[in-house]
Antibody, heavy 119, light 107 residues
Framework: EVQLVESGGGLVQPGGSLRLSCAAS????????MTWVRQAPGKGLEWVAN????????YYVASVKGRFTVSKDHTTNLLYLQMNSLRGEDTAVYYC????????????WGQGVLLTVSS | DIQMTQFPSTLSASVGDRVNMTCRAS??????LAWYQHKPGKAPKLLIY???KLGGGVPSRFSGSGSGTEFTLTIDSLQSDDFATYYC?????????FGQGTKLEIK
């Protein structure tokens, strides 16, 4: 069974940094694209970042480019999102998800982790 | 970037109804289009991919159609469990985008 479990959320001050983790199990982690999607309070889903199977290609939404870095560790089956220079508008529930076998739709999702950026 | 627009924003319906909701892309995405169901506090769930292919374990009352820039999600014979927010997502580009969602409410 595919499982994705996010961790690392919390309260951080504007300008601060935080790293989210997503523990993957039940599938061959190195064989799939992975993604981060977020949902700000009262808003819809927003795609944040994609990373390809071997971690050599990454893509970001314009609002986080240069501040966020997505990475994969195939030895521990962990997906990461390093977030720097955090802003209030980054406050959201962050979900990790697995890319599908036939394209960049997302066929399995974690339960999400809350990041609050506030002073 | 490819913009995705969903309408209506809110849809009121009753158990047993058939409903349609629409997703429009700012440029052609071929059939690289997925639909998700999302309930508060839960993980989003894949319903449809490739515009019309049913995700694993998804009931057959859900169906998708369309190509290019206009897509439709249809739910036949609404069940109480179907009241949720529905999102479309294009994956024609590595820079994916979601629509703003259609909230399906009980009439």
């Amino acid at each position: 069974e595919v499982q994705l479990v996010e961790s690392g959320g919390g309260l951080v001050q504007p300008g601060g940094s935080l790293r989210l983790s997503c523990a993957a199990s039940g599938f061959t982690f190195s064989g799939y694209w992975m993604t981060w999607v977020r949902q700000a309070p009262g808003k819809g889903l927003e795609w944040v970042a994609n990373i390809n199977q071997d971690g050599t290609e990454t893509y970001y939404v314009a609002s986080v480019k240069g501040r966020f870095t997505v990475s994969k560790d195939h030895t521990t089956n962990l997906l990461y999102l390093q977030m720097n220079s955090l802003r209030g508008e980054d406050t959201a529930v962050y979900y990790c998800a697995r890319g599908g076998p036939a394209g960049l739709y997302f066929d399995s999702w974690g339960q999400g982790v809350l990041l609050t950026v506030s002073s | 970037d490819i913009q995705m627009t969903q309408f209506p924003s809110t849809l009121s319906a009753s158990v047993g109804d058939r409903v349609n909701m629409t997703c429009r892309a700012s440029q052609s995405v071929s059939t690289w289009l997925a639909w998700y169901q999302h309930k508060p506090g839960k993980a989003p769930k894949l319903l449809i991919y490739a515009a019309s292919k049913l995700g694993g374990g998804v009931p057959s009352r859900f169906s998708g159609s369309g190509s290019g820039t206009e897509f439709t999600l249809t739910i036949d014979s609404l069940q109480s469990d179907d009241f949720a927010t529905y999102y479309c997502q294009q994956y024609d580009s590595y820079m994916c985008t979601f629509g703003q969602g259609t909230k399906l409410e009980i009439k």
